[in-house]
């Protein structure tokens, strides 16, 4: 249920403050990332009082590694994005030009990248040019419509009881923030934490989508926000972000690293799973560290990949997950990073197609790696500092 402020203004603003500050949350429509940031050194450094614009305009020879990439194999991506951003007038002409490149070249691509688009360059609010990116995947979970001794793990739908509050038409600045919470009587409190849905008084009894085996294999997925169920008899159906619970993302990752559990240079997620492995009596207490809890929805059999936040299909190794205050969705940003885990340059032209709850400011992103195991392996080992430009079309003066 989603309500607007004008049918909840009764509330005194004290309320709404109450309110904002228990159950504000991103409205990001999926917590993507691999649950492990912040880990230094290669987080971003910290901002001192200098602001600047997140962005500058340069010149192609700027790009680094622009030359490296071979930009015909985001196209079909950038098509995609198109379909919404064809309906904005600073971006009909470069949709529609698009539209004509199906086939072309490399050369032809790239030209019509340069001839058509202005590259700028984002920035930390201290001026800084680098900063962290990460990846994610759709993971494959063993799973069930029924529950059962070897399911028994629910996945759940968004529940009935679960309100949506905009505030949107009285404070536009909150136009990518929406309150989450449910009704206690006539008072609007925050909603169920993780604990507390996974608690043996089951408030979402009743809510169940599939039942999984593995709880540490859910949490993953709550993280990715798309997956692949897997059935006994082999048939599969995958699941997307429906809703999230309004209670802000907390790295399970960083509290290993707090507990002196892991080290920096171990933190992973194979080797979170791996310690959950070899400490089943510790799992639930490290994955409530997190009360952030996200709900689903079943995709049609034909979906053979996830939708991301723009709307169209993400598209391995070429979509990106960012932050919406920064970076519009269906901008292409290019990416001057490394091969996870390596110092193996890794220079490539994405489209920012998807958000995520860990995605947070102008120089992050979050690269989509595809589904199953091998692209589960990249997603857990990113963790790269990464320069990124994004590219406007060109007598563009504003953001799309």
Same mark, same amino acid.
């Given at each position: 249920?989603?309500?607007?402020?004008?049918?909840?203004?009764?509330? &005194?603003?004290?309320?709404?403050?109450?309110?904002?500050?228990?159950?504000?949350?991103?409205?990001?429509?999926?917590? &993507?990332?691999?649950?492990?940031?912040?880990?230094?050194?290669?987080?971003?450094?910290?901002?001192?009082?200098? &602001?600047?614009?997140?962005?500058?305009?340069?010149?192609?020879?700027?790009?680094?590694?622009?030359?490296?990439?071979?930009?015909?194999?985001?196209?079909?991506?950038?098509?995609?994005?198109?379909?919404?951003?064809?309906?904005?007038?600073?971006?009909?002409?470069?949709?529609?030009?698009?539209?004509?490149?199906?086939?072309?070249?490399?050369?032809?691509?790239?030209?019509?990248?340069?001839?058509?688009?202005?590259?700028?360059?984002?920035?930390?609010?201290?001026?800084?040019?680098?900063?962290?990116?990460?990846?994610?995947?759709?993971?494959?979970?063993? !799973?069930?419509?029924?529950?059962?001794?070897?399911?028994?793990?629910?996945?759940?739908?968004?529940?009935?009881?679960?309100?949506?509050?905009?505030? &949107?038409?009285?404070?536009?600045?909150?136009?990518?923030?929406?309150?989450? !919470?449910?009704?206690? =009587?006539?008072?609007?409190?925050?909603?169920?934490?993780?604990?507390?849905?996974?608690?043996?008084?089951?408030?979402?009894?009743?809510?169940?989508?599939?039942?999984?085996?593995?709880?540490?294999?859910?949490?993953?997925?709550?993280?990715?926000?798309?997956?692949?169920?897997?059935?006994?008899?082999?048939?599969?159906?995958?699941?997307?972000?429906?809703?999230?619970? @309004?209670?802000?993302?907390?790295?399970?990752?960083?509290?290993?690293?707090?507990?002196?559990?892991?080290?920096?240079?171990?933190?992973?997620?194979?080797?979170?799973?791996?310690?959950?492995?070899?400490?089943?009596?510790?799992?639930?207490?490290?994955?409530?560290?997190?009360?952030?809890?996200?709900?689903?929805?079943?995709?049609?059999?034909?979906?053979?990949?996830?939708?991301?936040?723009?709307?169209?299909?993400?598209?391995? !190794?070429?979509?990106?997950?960012?932050?919406?205050?920064?970076?519009?969705?269906?901008?292409?940003?290019?990416?001057?990073?490394?091969?996870?885990?390596?110092?193996?340059?890794?220079?490539?032209?994405?489209?920012?197609?998807?958000? @995520? @709850?860990?995605?947070?400011?102008?120089?992050? @992103?979050?690269?989509?790696? =595809?589904? =199953?195991?091998?692209?589960?392996?990249?997603?857990?080992?990113?963790?790269?500092?990464?320069?990124?430009?994004?590219?406007?079309?060109? =007598?563009?003066?504003?953001?799309?």
């Amino acid at each position: 249920m989603t309500f607007s402020f004008a049918k909840v203004r009764l509330m &005194s603003l004290a309320g709404w403050l109450i309110l904002i500050g228990l159950i504000a949350s991103c409205a990001e429509p999926k917590p &993507s990332g691999v649950d492990l940031e912040p880990v230094e050194p290669i987080a971003p450094k910290p901002a001192t009082e200098v &602001s600047v614009s997140p962005l500058a305009p340069v010149s192609w020879a700027d790009v680094e590694g622009w030359l490296d990439d071979d930009p015909s194999l985001v196209l079909e991506a950038f098509q995609r994005s198109c379909r919404s951003l064809r309906w904005r007038e600073e971006w009909q002409v470069v949709c529609a030009r698009a539209t004509e490149l199906s086939g072309m070249s490399e050369a032809a691509i790239r030209a019509y990248f340069e001839d058509n688009f202005v590259p700028h360059q984002m920035r930390q609010p201290n001026g800084e040019t680098e900063g962290l990116l990460t990846g994610y995947y759709v993971p494959d979970l063993r !799973g069930s419509r029924n529950p059962s001794p070897a399911y028994p793990y629910a996945l759940y739908k968004r529940p009935e009881d679960l309100l949506t509050i905009d505030l &949107s038409e009285i404070y536009p600045d909150l136009n990518h923030y929406r309150l989450r !919470g449910r009704l206690d =009587g006539n008072k609007v409190i925050p909603y169920w934490d993780r604990e507390q849905i996974n608690s043996e008084g089951q408030p979402l009894a009743g809510q169940e989508l599939f039942w999984v085996s593995d709880p540490v294999e859910l949490f993953f997925l709550h993280v990715q926000g798309s997956g692949r169920i897997i059935f006994d008899d082999g048939s599969s159906v995958m699941v997307n972000y429906a809703d999230q619970n @309004g209670h802000r993302y907390h790295s399970v990752g960083q509290y290993l690293l707090d507990q002196g559990i892991m080290q920096p240079h171990e933190m992973s997620m194979q080797n979170i799973r791996a310690w959950a492995r070899r400490n089943p009596d510790q799992v639930d207490t490290l994955l409530n560290q997190n009360p952030s809890y996200v709900f689903f929805r079943e995709l049609a059999q034909d979906v053979t990949s996830p939708p991301g936040a723009q709307g169209v299909a993400l598209t391995p !190794g070429r979509s990106l997950a960012v932050d919406p205050r920064y970076i519009p969705l269906g901008t292409p940003v290019f990416l001057n990073t490394y091969w996870p885990g390596t110092d193996q340059p890794l220079n490539r032209l994405m489209v920012a197609q998807d958000t @995520g @709850g860990a995605i947070k400011g102008p120089v992050r @992103g979050d690269f989509f790696w =595809g589904m =199953g195991d091998q692209a589960g392996h990249q997603a857990g080992r990113m963790k790269q500092a990464v320069r990124m430009w994004i590219l406007l079309p060109k =007598g563009s003066e504003q953001l799309p």
